[in-house]
C-alpha cells in the first residue's frame, strides 16, 4: 500500500500493542541497547559526582523518610513529595550516598529510554523508536540541562512515559481499566513536580479529543472514560493528602506546595524572566543545533505526510503541553528542559524516519536511503564530540565545577564528615545558606525546617513570618555547630533589601554570642583549601568561603 504522498507506511508502525517486546529481539534493540550502554558507561564513571542543591534537598528528604519522618515535618520546601519518595527507595536500594543516588538515576533513565522506543515504535514504527530512544539517551545526559544530577524532571518523564502505554490503548479500546491506569499514571506523574499537571493535562486533552464521540450513543461511554481519567488522576494526590494527614503534617504541606507556591510563581518580573531563558535556550540550540533543525523538519513533516499526520494531536499536542510545563514561574532552570526532551527526540524521529521511507518509495539508490541517518548520526557524533571532555576526561569534582563554577558542592562532603565526626547523632546542625546536602552527607538533623535560605530573601508575603519562625527554631533546638555559606548562590539576596537585613544583623549575633570559629573552607580552583581549629582564625575569603562554628562549652 502506498499513501497519497507516495511514502509506504512503516510496517511495524501500530502494531507493538500486540506483542510489545517482539522488537527486542532485532538490530533496534541491538542500537537501542549500545547507546543504553554507552550512556550508561558515561554515568558510571560520573557516579560519585558530588550532590547539588536540588538533589541534596530530596536526598535529606528521602533520609528522613527512612527515619519515619514525613517530608515537610523537618524540611520545608515548595515541591511535592513523589520525588522524596522516589528518593528514599533509592536511597533504601542502592545506598545512602551520592554513587548510590546517580545510580539509581542511571537505572531511571534507562528504562526512560526504553520507554520511548516503545511508545514512538508504536506510533511511528521501530526505526523512530530507535531514532527517538538514541535522541533522548544524548539529549538528557547532556550538561547544558545538568542531565547527571537526578532532578524530579527526570522522574516526571519517567512517570509520563509509563501513562503513555496505557494512555493510547485507552485510545484504542476505550476500556475503562486502560483509561484508570494511564489516570493514575499521570496523578504520579503530577506528585513528582508540579509541572507534571500540564503533562496530565496532555493526556486528558488527547484522550478526550482522539476518543471524541460520532453519534449521540456514544457520548455515555466518552464522558464515562473522561470521569474514568480524572478519578485516576487525582487518586494518587488524595491518597497523599490522606497519608501525610494522618502523619500530622498536612497544614505544612498545603502552605508549602500551594501558598508559597504560588507567591514563589510570580515574584519573577518579565523581564528578569526573559534574562532567564535568553542564555539558555541558546546554549541548547548552538551545541545541538543539528538536532533541533530534524526536530523543526519533524515538525513540519507532522503536517505533510497522512501516515504522520494521525498522529499529529499526540506529537504537536505534547510539544505545547511540554513547552507550556517548562514556564511556570518564567524561572527556566536548565533542568526544566529535560520536561521537553521526549517530544523533541520524537519529532527528530519522525524527521529521520519519513525522509528515509521518502527516499526508499522514490526508488532512491541503497546510499541515498540511508543519507538521513547518516545526517542523523553526524549530528549525535558531533554532539558527541563538543561534549567529549566531559563525557570521558573530567573526574567527577571537575565535572561538578564545569555545571556549578565555584558552588560548594564538592566541599560539602569533606564538610559534612567533619560534622558527623565531632556531633552526637542526636545533635543538630544549622547551615546558613541552601545546602542542604550537607545535612544528607552528615548524617545530622538540621535544626531549623528551613533547609533552604531563598524563601527568606525573596520579596514575597510569607517572609518576615518566615524569619521569625527560622530564628525560634533554631534559638529553641541548640544546633551544635554553625554553618556559614558565604557563596552568593547559596542566598540569592538582594543587597539592601529590609528581609536580607533583618536576618542578616540576627544570624551575626546568635553566632558571635554563642559560637568560636571551628574551622575556614576557602574555595578555590582546582583544589579549595581547608583550615580547622586555631588555623581557622584569620583566614578571610569573602564570596568564596565557608565558615563553621562549634558552640561554646
Not at 506483542?19 to 541491538?30: K, M, N, S, V
Not at 514575597?460 to 533554631?474: D, G, N, R, S
Amino acid at each position: 500500500m502506498i499513501t497519497e504522498a507516495g511514502i509506504p507506511p512503516d510496517p511495524s508502525a501500530g502494531k507493538s500493542e500486540g506483542q510489545p517486546w517482539q522488537h527486542f529481539f532485532c538490530w533496534h534493540f541491538a542500537v537501542l541497547f549500545a547507546v543504553i550502554v554507552f550512556f550508561g558507561a558515561i554515568r558510571w564513571r560520573l557516579l560519585d559526582m558530588p550532590l547539588e542543591r536540588d538533589e541534596g534537598e530530596y536526598a535529606y528528604a528521602g533520609q528522613l523518610i527512612l527515619q519515619g519522618i514525613p517530608p515537610y515535618q523537618m524540611a520545608y520546601n515548595m515541591k511535592l513529595p513523589g520525588t522524596y519518595a522516589a528518593y528514599a527507595v533509592i536511597l533504601a536500594v542502592f545506598g545512602q550516598t551520592a554513587r548510590g543516588i546517580h545510580l539509581g538515576l542511571l537505572l531511571v533513565n534507562g528504562v526512560s529510554i526504553i520507554l520511548l522506543y516503545v511508545v514512538t515504535a508504536r506510533l511511528f514504527g521501530r526505526l523512530a523508536g530507535t531514532i527517538a530512544g538514541s535522541t533522548y539517551a544524548l539529549l538528557s545526559t547532556h550538561q547544558v540541562v545538568l542531565g547527571l544530577a537526578a532532578h524530579a524532571t527526570h522522574f516526571v518523564v519517567l512517570a509520563a512515559l509509563i501513562g503513555f502505554i496505557p494512555l493510547l490503548r485507552a485510545e484504542e479500546t476505550k476500556r475503562p481499566g486502560f483509561v484508570f491506569w494511564a489516570g493514575a499514571a499521570f496523578g504520579v506523574t503530577f506528585l513528582m513536580k508540579q509541572p507534571g499537571i500540564f503533562l496530565g493535562a496532555f493526556a486528558f486533552f488527547y484522550l478526550a479529543v482522539q476518543c471524541w464521540p460520532n453519534n449521540r450513543r456514544e457520548w455515555s461511554t466518552w464522558a464515562r472514560n473522561m470521569a474514568v481519567f480524572l478519578l485516576g488522576a487525582v487518586l494518587p494526590f488524595a491518597l497523599t493528602c490522606v497519608v501525610l494527614y494522618r502523619a500530622g503534617v498536612f497544614g505544612n504541606f498545603w502552605f508549602w506546595t500551594f501558598e508559597y507556591a504560588r507567591q514563589y510563581a510570580v515574584t519573577l518580573p518579565l523581564r528578569r524572566s526573559w534574562r532567564e531563558l535568553a542564555p539558555k535556550a541558546s546554549s541548547l540550540l548552538r551545541l545541538i543545533l543539528c538536532l533541533w533543525i530534524l526536530a523543526l523538519a519533524g515538525i513540519a513533516r507532522s503536517f505533510w505526510n497522512p501516515t504522520i499526520r494521525r498522529h499529529v494531536v499526540f506529537v504537536l499536542g505534547l510539544l505545547v503541553f511540554s513547552c507550556v510545563a517548562v514556564c511556570p514561574g518564567l524561572y527556566f532552570r536548565p533542568h526544566y528542559f529535560i520536561l521537553m526532551m521526549p517530544v523533541v527526540a520524537m519529532l527528530i524521529a519522525v524527521a529521520v524516519s519519513f525522509a528515509t521511507r521518502w527516499l526508499t518509495a522514490q526508488g532512491a539508490s541503497r546510499w541515498l536511503r540511508v543519507l538521513p541517518l547518516i545526517v542523523f548520526g553526524a549530528a549525535w557524533v558531533l554532539a558527541i564530540y563538543h561534549n567529549a571532555e566531559f563525557y570521558f576526561k573530567l573526574s567527577p569534582v571537575q565535572a561538578s565545577r564545569v555545571c556549578y563554577p565555584l558552588n560548594p558542592f564538592p566541599e560539602a562532603a569533606p564538610l559534612a564528615e567533619y560534622l558527623r565526626q565531632h556531633t552526637a547523632p542526636t545533635d543538630t546542625i544549622i547551615v546558613f545558606g541552601s545546602e542542604p546536602e550537607i545535612y544528607f552527607y552528615a548524617h545530622r538533623h538540621s535544626a531549623s525546617g528551613y533547609i533552604y535560605i531563598y524563601s527568606l530573601m525573596e520579596d514575597q508575603a510569607y517572609w518576615p513570618a518566615m524569619q521569625k519562625q527560622m530564628m525560634q527554631e533554631v534559638e529553641a533546638r541548640r544546633p551544635a555547630y554553625v554553618v556559614l555559606v558565604g557563596v552568593p548562590d547559596s542566598w540569592l539576596q538582594t543587597p539592601g533589601s529590609p528581609q536580607a537585613i533583618a536576618f542578616d544583623g540576627w544570624m551575626k549575633q546568635y553566632v558571635s554570642n554563642g559560637f568560636d570559629e571551628a574551622g575556614v573552607v576557602e574555595l578555590a580552583e582546582p583544589e579549595s583549601r581547608y583550615f580547622w581549629g586555631d588555623e581557622a582564625r584569620g583566614h578571610r575569603q569573602p564570596g568564596r568561603e565557608i565558615r563553621i562554628f562549634k558552640r561554646k562549652g
